[in-house]
């Protein structure tokens, strides 16, 4: 017995081992020197390799000393390496996240700087336009859902919009900071190759945008939030924006993306009634998560009320509405 559960404490540090590996190889791929380029491939094989013989090794050989401190070291080395990696502030960034969002609250007065709200006449090919807006603290009373799927239903893009009464609608989407003619690569973004950043838009900028233009299904669903929980969680990304003024972040694929951010920071309002959830991760499911919770209305069923939850259509028929005429006509079925 003592050798079946020497064995698997073995196998578990073994898979370990692996998983360091592959993780080397992908950090040292994607943030190794990118010239000359048979170099970086071969750092990174080397990398993974090492660390893949150190899990044969401790299987099927009596480990050594040695063997650890060797494992030990080259470890030591890599997280050294990588905590030299920062997130840059200044670079030639895509035009449509160029701006962060400047937010102040005084008393019950918002003022919102650099909201982005362009004239989208293509899937990337849009007429820039930012402006300042103010809203009232008293007046915020709803928060709602966007999803846009793309292709894979299990992969959406989340982002959040927050209502004022008589003063319209505040779209919330964190995404990543592109540079100019950049492609954004899943996978290059979890090794820290990608800024977060956090937009402030219209949403006949941010929903149009896909619905219209890059043929994405776009869903838009109510949350069921009482305006001081709702003014809590808006104050959570007033937060947000100002630490990213302060110092820029990195984006990451799995960790730090536009569902895992939002729903940090509904755990900082509600904590432990948004618990943790595999759909968390899998952002398509994300509204499945939350009719489970109660926080989508439960009074049809879940394929119902997703079905019904779709704008894509309503927004082509919105034509050139911009601001609350948009805001309303793809809320006609609230």
């Not at 103010?134 to 893009?157: C, K, M, Q």
Request: hydrophobic share 50%; charged share 20%.
């Amino acid at each position: 017995m003592l050798k079946v559960g020497g064995f698997l404490a073995r196998a578990v540090l073994a898979l370990m081992l692996l998983l360091a590996g592959a993780w080397s190889f992908g950090a040292i791929f994607y943030q190794g020197p990118q010239q000359p380029h048979a170099l970086r491939i071969a750092l990174a094989a080397s990398s993974a390799l090492a660390f893949a013989a150190a899990a044969v090794a401790l299987l099927l050989y009596r480990s050594r000393v040695a063997h650890w401190a060797a494992v030990a070291g080259l470890g030591a080395l890599l997280i050294g390496w990588w905590s030299t990696i920062v997130p840059a502030e200044h670079k030639d960034w895509a035009p449509d996240v160029a701006r962060l969002p400047v937010i102040r609250i005084e008393g019950d007065n918002i003022t919102v700087e650099n909201v982005r709200d362009f004239d989208w006449t293509g899937a990337d090919a849009a007429k820039p336009h930012w402006e300042t807006r103010r809203y009232h603290l008293s007046n915020l009373e709803s928060l709602d859902l966007f999803t846009s799927v793309w292709g894979n239903p299990n992969i959406a893009h989340v982002f959040l919009s927050f209502g004022f009464k008589g003063e319209g609608q505040l779209a919330m989407s964190v995404e990543v900071r592109r540079v100019n003619g950049e492609i954004y690569d899943p996978i290059a973004s979890a090794f820290r190759k990608d800024n977060l950043v956090l937009v402030a838009a219209d949403e006949a900028d941010v929903a149009k945008v896909r619905a219209n233009f890059r043929g994405e299904t776009v869903s838009l669903y109510r949350l069921a939030a009482k305006p001081p929980r709702v003014r809590a969680f808006f104050e959570q990304y007033v937060g947000l924006a100002r630490r990213l003024i302060e110092a820029p972040m990195f984006y990451n694929t799995l960790t730090t993306n536009c569902t895992t951010t939002d729903v940090i920071l509904a755990r900082h309002v509600v904590g432990d009634a948004l618990p943790l959830d595999w759909r968390i991760l899998v952002s398509g499911r994300l509204p499945d998560y939350l009719y489970d919770l109660g926080s989508i209305s439960r009074a049809k069923p879940l394929a119902e009320t997703k079905q019904g939850a779709v704008i894509t259509e309503l927004s082509k028929e919105a034509g050139d509405l911009r601001g609350e005429p948009y805001s309303d006509f793809i809320r006609r079925r609230f």
